[in-house]
């Protein structure tokens, strides 16, 4: 059973950075790929960002490339994600998923588990 714990988001301004973590708490597997969304209200989910787990290759959505970074840990079966010079418009909820693959599967937002969330809030 895949359980995935979201934490680190919070209230910014505009330009900082902040880091997103997401751990497998029951740490009994690591899945093929691990992503980020993020959904604003009364939106769509929206791809941010995904990485496949052995490898490592990363992939992103225009909107974050150059901005925000996505890594893991495979010790402590966590995923990240650094958000760089932050501005208002990413102020939304983010959401952690993982999955056995395709890895199309992961960046449809078709990921079999999925975590709470996590408010981020950019200020002016």
């Known amino acids: 059973q895949v359980q995935l714990e979201e934490s680190g988001g919070g209230l910014v301004q505009a330009g900082d950075s902040l880091r997103l973590s997401c751990a497998n708490s029951?740490?009994?597997?690591?899945?093929?790929?691990m992503g980020w969304f993020r959904q604003a209200p009364g939106k769509e989910r929206e791809f941010v960002a995904v990485?496949?787990?052995?490898?490592?290759?990363?992939y992103y959505a225009d909107s974050v490339k150059g901005r925000f970074i996505i890594s893991r840990d495979n010790a402590k079966n966590t995923v990240y994600l650094q958000m760089n010079s932050l501005k208002q418009e990413d102020t939304v909820d983010y959401y952690c998923?993982?999955?056995?693959?395709?890895?199309?599967?992961?960046?449809?937002?078709?990921?079999?588990?999925w975590g709470q969330g996590t408010q981020v809030t950019v200020s002016s």
């Open positions: 029951r740490r009994t597997y690591a899945m093929a790929y």
């Open positions: 998923a993982a999955d056995g693959g395709p890895i199309g599967k992961t960046i449809r937002g078709e990921s079999d588990y």
């Open positions: 990485i496949t787990w052995r490898a490592g290759r990363t």
